[in-house]
């Protein structure tokens, strides 16, 4: 079956730097789009950011200019690299495997979750 495992989540000071890992098994990972969406405490999960399988990205307003999602397709894992973090980017942050070749914003767009890594941003 399918499998996303996230990884490289912790605790960061303010304007700090941290990079998210999400590896995939069980499909051909170069034929899908990948998102990263995140849920703080008390919020409902949002969106942050997508690559399509031609790698082409899209971004929550939140956080564009300080967050990068790239994919290595050798390695079957897409990257979230967080910079210039702000305290209000504190959340659970899950990757997804969408069902197609492009996806946006709608969790719809995405048929598979891993289980989500905790990132927390200091003040």
Do not use: H
Not at 31 to 50: D, I, L, S
Not at 109 to 121: I, K, P
């Amino acid at each position: 079956q399918v499998q996303l495992v996230e990884s490289g989540g912790g605790l960061v000071q303010a304007g700090g730097s941290l990079r998210l890992s999400c590896a995939t098994s069980g499909r051909t990972f170069s034929n899908y789009a990948m998102g990263w969406f995140r849920q703080a405490p008390g919020k409902e999960r949002e969106f942050v950011a997508a690559v399509s399988w031609a790698s082409s990205t899209y971004y929550a307003e939140s956080v564009k200019g300080r967050f990068t999602i790239s994919r290595d397709n050798a390695k079957n894992t897409v990257y979230l690299q967080m910079n210039s973090m702000k305290p209000e980017d504190t959340a659970v942050y899950y990757c997804a495997g969408a069902g197609g070749y492009y996806s946006g914003s709608s969790e719809d767009d995405y048929a598979y979750w891993g289980q989500g890594t905790q990132v927390t941003v200091s003040s």
